[in-house]
């Protein structure tokens, strides 16, 4: 199985920060790969998709970027509905992967 | 508009049997793979099974594989995960997920909103 590992696991960031999270692939997968930002108690929703492809309906303050192992999440202006944990998910084969989460939190 | 909804869930003895179900509307459900994927309390995601439009293509996670059935019902508009020999380490949020294609080929758009089940003593 593909393994996704995301970093880091957690961090702190202010209403108006440009934040990155970090994706990377135990192989290459092109540009198979996905974002999804989950709330507490709400299932994860769809950002991002195709690596860079943004979503219907989500803001163009998030963006993707990368392709093979190596992938990126980046948030512009973070608003405070962002404050949750995002996951790397390839869908390059099966079993389907998810990278372990990265939570972020208010500062 | 789209919707996903899960039934099923509870709480259950390890080694029993538990059926979900999910109802799918606002879209055209026979067009589309369908996926389970689950979260246990406080943890990550863990992706556990498809089904092709057509039901012709079925994948399983290895830690349910020979344990658990995906099924689906396009009459119905209806998907269902048939769970047998339960262990403690199936409890989990299980989500009905639907693929953005036919064949369960790209990502996941759109999500239920989840089921829990508990296995427990």
């Known amino acids: 199985a593909i393994r996704m590992t995301q970093s880091p696991p957690s961090f702190s960031a202010s209403t108006g920060d440009r934040v990155t999270i970090s994706c990377r692939a135990s192989?290459?997968?092109?540009?198979?790969l996905a974002w999804y930002q989950q709330t507490p108690g709400k299932p994860p929703q769809l950002l991002i998709y195709?690596?860079?492809t943004l979503q219907s309906g989500v803001p163009s303050r998030f963006s993707g970027s990368g392709s093979g192992t190596d992938f990126t999440l980046t948030i512009n202006r973070l608003q405070s509905e962002d404050f949750a944990t995002y996951y790397c998910?390839?869908?390059?084969?099966?079993?389907?992967?998810f990278g372990q989460g990265t939570k972020v939190e208010i500062k | 508009q789209l919707q996903l909804v899960e039934s099923g869930g509870g709480v259950v003895q390890p080694g029993r049997s538990l059926r979900l179900s999910c109802a799918a509307s606002g879209f055209t459900f026979s067009g589309y793979a369908v996926h389970w994927v689950r979260q246990a309390p406080g943890k990550g995601l863990e992706w556990v099974a498809v089904i092709s439009y057509d039901g012709t293509f079925r994948k399983y996670a290895d830690s349910v594989k020979g344990r658990f059935t995906i099924s689906r019902d396009n009459s119905k508009n209806t998907l269902s995960l048939q769970m047998n020999s339960l262990r403690a380490e199936d409890t989990a949020v299980y989500y009905c997920v639907r693929d953005a294609s036919g064949f369960g080929e790209v990502y996941f758009d759109y999500w239920g909103p989840g089921t829990l089940v508990t296995v427990s003593s």
């Open positions: 195709a690596a860079s």
């Open positions: 998910q390839q869908y390059y084969n099966y079993p389907r992967t």
């Open positions: 192989q290459g997968i092109a540009t198979s």
